[in-house]
């Protein structure tokens, strides 16, 4: 009996160590990675300066875009997060050209296609339960890059040109994470993103401000 007694008792204690263990362990995933769609609405009109007096008014508007995220999770709440996201915009139709005054507009098509890229870091929070659902916040700074190229061939000329540049972003919000299997979570996302890059019919510099949703896998 008292065998049976001590051996019950060096049981109990080897219990609270290895739940212990268990738990720190599984209690949330050291990585995750996120990939999915991108919804960033309407943008400001900009107007694209590509030199040699050729301006063209258009904007980085886009309902078909990707975004792309990495989070190392220092705790259970707490994490740094490495975001990328991509517009893709599309212009196409007739322009006027000029090659020399007095002014006698030739028409032919053209293309313009503008190009935004976020590359952002910050800190996430998230709000783990025992639920399927986890909501999160992040704050988010870093650069925004974008790029246009025009495009216009015809019987008056062919031209080829593109413009570019770079400036201070950042991104604020949050969303919701729908645990589906162990390693898969259903998320979406709603975040304000305000970037300083584009130009006026001035060329100074203006802010683009815009709201980005964003629904796809968080892999963990």
């Known amino acids: 009996m008292r065998r049976l007694i001590l051996g019950v008792l060096l049981m109990s204690c080897g219990v609270p160590p290895a739940l212990a263990q268990s738990i720190t362990t599984e209690s949330y995933p050291k990585f995750e990675v ?4 991108l919804d960033s609405g309407e943008f400001p009109y900009n107007v694209f300066h590509f030199g040699q007096g050729t301006t063209l008014e258009s904007d980085f508007g886009t ?3 990707l975004e792309a995220s990495l989070i190392r999770n220092l705790n259970r709440y707490f994490g740094l997060k490495g975001d990328f996201s991509a517009h893709f915009h599309h212009d196409h139709g007739p322009v006027n ?9 030739m028409t032919q098509t053209a293309d313009l296609n503008p190009k ?8 996430e929070i998230k709000k783990r339960n025992h639920t399927r659902f986890t909501p999160f916040a992040h704050a988010l700074f870093g650069v925004a890059h974008t790029t246009a190229t025009f495009k216009t061939a015809g019987s008056a000329i062919n031209l080829s040109i593109k413009t570019s540049e770079t400036g201070f ?46 629904v796809g896998v968080l892999f963990h």
């Not at 996120?34 to 769609?37: A, D, E, K, T």
């Not at 935004?116 to 800190?123: A, I, R, T």
């Not at 996302?189 to 001035?202: A, C, I, M, Q, T």
């Open 34 to 37: 996120f990939g999915g769609y």
């Open 63 to 65: 309902h078909h875009g």
């Open 97 to 105: 050209v000029c090659l020399q005054a007095p002014c006698s507009p």
């Open 116 to 123: 935004l890229f976020n590359f952002l870091g910050g800190p």
């Open 169 to 214: 972003a950042m991104a604020f919000g949050g969303g919701l994470d729908l645990h589906l299997t162990r390693r898969y979570s259903f998320r979406t996302s709603l975040d304000y993103n305000p970037k300083w890059v584009g130009r006026d019919e001035n060329g100074l510099r203006q802010s683009q401000n815009d709201l980005r949703l964003s």
